[in-house]
T-cell receptor
Framework: DSGVTQTPKHLITATGQRVTLRCSPR?????VYWYQQSLDQGLQFLIQ???????AKGNILERFSAQQFPDLHSELNLSSLELGDSALYFC?????????????FGNGTRLTVT | QQQVKQSPQSLIVQKGGISIINCAYE??????FPWYQQFPGKGPALLIA?????SEKKEGRFTISFNKSAKQFSLHIMDSQPGDSATYFC???????????FGGGTRLMVKP
């Protein structure tokens, strides 16, 4: 168990809808990362937060947004959903934001857009 | 743009054999190369990592070999066991950040 909690585990929704994925990092970890895993794109970095502030952005669509709250949990909001957004969304956390801190991944949220 | 290319996509090895997975990268700014192991229904878990100032790192049955001039690195799993059956991802990052660029993954099956 990595200590990173993601909810819900599964989410089924229709095109055009909006969903929120939630992540609780490991106790003591200040940095949260979101990754998307799909069959055609593989594992792709979306966005990183450190202690409440956005630290880095990757291949995140404008329809997607995220935030990290004062209690350090994070939410990834996906709107105007399309069929191609169906994927596994992973949250990871680390103690700080540099590469000396290993990333610990949660077990993901599987999003299915119908 | 796939900056880290991983091969093979799938690999079948007999128990006790050596599993070898290769990765090649394009961005010479990469300076941190971890390997992750992922079991079905689970998130990736860090297995072993290397920096370009060393050519090899060993942890138990897992060894990373790194060739900076060729921009390649590989994972060797010695004495492969059925419990090693999983998907393995190489990754790379640069600067002081932890934004990993992942390879496409290798699905390893170790037959008893």
């Amino acid at each position: 168990d990595s200590g990173v909690t993601q909810t819900p585990k599964h989410l089924i929704t229709a095109t055009g809808q909006r969903v929120t994925l939630r992540c609780s990092p490991r106790s003591g970890d200040l940095s949260v990362y979101w990754y998307q895993q799909s069959l055609d794109q593989g594992l792709q970095f979306l966005i990183q937060y450190y202690n409440g502030e956005e630290r880095a952005k990757g291949n995140i669509l404008e329809r997607f947004s995220a935030q990290q709250f004062p209690d350090l949990h994070s939410e990834l909001n996906l709107s105007s959903l399309e069929l191609g957004d169906s994927a596994l969304y992973f949250c990871a956390s680390s103690v700080d934001s540099n590469r000396n801190s290993p990333l610990h991944f949660g077990n993901g949220t599987r999003l299915t857009v119908t | 743009q796939q900056q880290v290319k991983q091969s093979p996509q799938s690999l079948i090895v007999q128990k006790g054999g050596i599993s070898i997975i290769n990765c090649a990268y394009e961005n010479t700014a990469f300076d941190y190369f971890p390997w992750y192991q992922q079991f079905p229904g689970k998130g990736p878990a860090l297995l072993i990592a290397i920096r370009p100032d060393v050519s090899e790192k060993k942890e138990g049955r897992f060894t990373i070999s790194f060739n900076k001039s060729a921009k390649q690195f590989s994972l060797h799993i010695m004495d492969s066991q059925p419990g090693d059956s999983a998907t393995y991802f190489c990754a790379a990052s640069y600067d002081a950040g932890n934004m990993l660029t992942f390879g496409g993954g290798t699905r390893l099956m170790v037959k008893p």
